[in-house]
């Protein structure tokens, strides 16, 4: 597995929080300008980055167990051939999972929603429940959509601080957006972001 190293994010925000968050609306129509592959690495360190030597990141996880994994399907990303990949926070890169361009096909996992595929990229965040509800029982799975909600939160406030435009997508088949994405069997798909420059 062939890993690709993302640019270094070291994100200021020019704007208070409070504006990001004023701002902050769902943005389905895009311009089909590519995203640079430097703003995708903060959107996904915002998601999932690691903020600390031992191994803390971004958003809150009970136990510190992070069962959450983040893919993107990539269409118009500068510096990045059309595929999916897989985020490693621990390496600060990305992995090729499947090469080509999958938008067109992920829109058809979402229920037909046609304007995903014109999203430059669109993030998958994936569970793996069992990191959780191996410690925490049933109760684990609250907390694992309890850091879903964390992380795409952070993803949308990134993507609004760089001005670009993003929406969260939940109605998908999920074994379909699986197949698209080359999710492993123990990996549950729980929202999809898409991502572009608004029109």
Same mark, same amino acid.
């Given at each position: ?29 895009? !311009? /089909?300008?590519? *995203? ?5 690495a903060c ?5 999932? /980055? ?7 990141? !971004? !958003?809150?996880?009970?136990?510190? +167990? ?5 893919? +993107? ?13 897989? =985020? ?31 999203a430059a990229?669109? +993030? ?9 509800? /191996? ?7 609250? =907390?694992?959509?309890?850091?879903? /909600?964390?992380? *795409? ?6 993507? *609004? $601080?760089?001005?670009l435009g ?11 957006? $699986? ?10 798909? +729980?929202?999809?972001?898409? *991502?572009?420059?608004?029109?």
């Amino acid at each position: 597995m062939s890993l690709i190293k993302l640019p270094k994010t070291e994100p200021s925000l020019s704007q208070p929080l409070e504006q990001l968050l004023a701002q902050r609306r769902s943005v389905r129509d895009y !311009t /089909g300008q590519p *995203v640079a592959l430097a703003e995708v690495a903060c959107l996904l360190w915002a998601a999932q /980055g690691i903020t600390d030597p031992q191994g803390l990141r !971004t !958003t809150p996880s009970a136990g510190a +167990l992070y069962p959450l994994d983040i893919y +993107l399907t990539a269409g118009a990303v500068t510096g990045l051939m059309p595929g999916t990949y897989r =985020y490693l926070p621990r390496e600060d890169a990305v992995a090729c999972v499947l090469e080509g361009d999958r938008r067109i096909a992920l829109a058809a996992a979402a229920l037909s929603q046609s304007w995903l595929a014109d999203a430059a990229l669109t +993030l998958v965040f994936a569970a793996r429940y069992g990191r959780t509800t /191996g410690k925490y029982g049933r109760r684990g799975i609250q =907390y694992v959509h309890m850091e879903a /909600g964390h992380a *795409v939160q952070n993803a949308l406030l990134m993507a *609004v $601080a760089q001005n670009l435009g993003a929406a969260v997508v939940g109605a998908f088949d999920d074994e379909h957006v $699986a197949s698209v994405m080359g999710l492993a069997g123990e990996e549950t798909p +729980l929202c999809l972001v898409s *991502v572009g420059h608004p029109a």
